[in-house]
């Protein structure tokens, strides 16, 4: 997750750094967070480069069926914060979440 923007507020009043704590709690009773020297690099699509620092969230899954639960806060999440995606990795796998477009 973009590191600067979860400080932000969102409507409600509540940052978004409080709100993935109060998730994640919620629904997988736990997480780990890593901060410090996370950086990513990436391309959008016009092929301009673009960097940010991020903290790494990590929990612990009890059935699949929990993965589509963290998609849709991501995907939440990112139109919030007005990413264009947020990267999700479980296991071997990795893929992108996009905004929701509220429909």
């Given amino acids: 997750m973009p ?5 932000r507020r969102g409507p409600d009043g509540i940052a978004i750094e409080d709100r993935i704590h109060r998730f994640l709690i919620g629904n997988f009773a736990g997480y780990t967070v890593e901060t410090g020297n996370i950086l990513g ?8 480069e673009h960097y940010g620092e991020h ?3 990590r929990v612990a899954f009890t059935g699949k069926d929990r993965v589509a639960v963290l998609e849709a806060f991501l995907a939440a999440v990112a139109a919030e914060i007005g990413e264009r995606s947020i990267y999700l990795e479980t296991g071997e796998d990795a ?7 509220g429909a």
């Fill in 3 to 7: 590191s600067l923007k979860l400080k």
């Fill in 41 to 48: 690099y990436w391309k959008d699509g016009r092929g301009e």
């Fill in 55 to 57: 903290r790494l969230f």
């Fill in 95 to 101: 893929w992108l979440i996009y905004p929701d477009d």
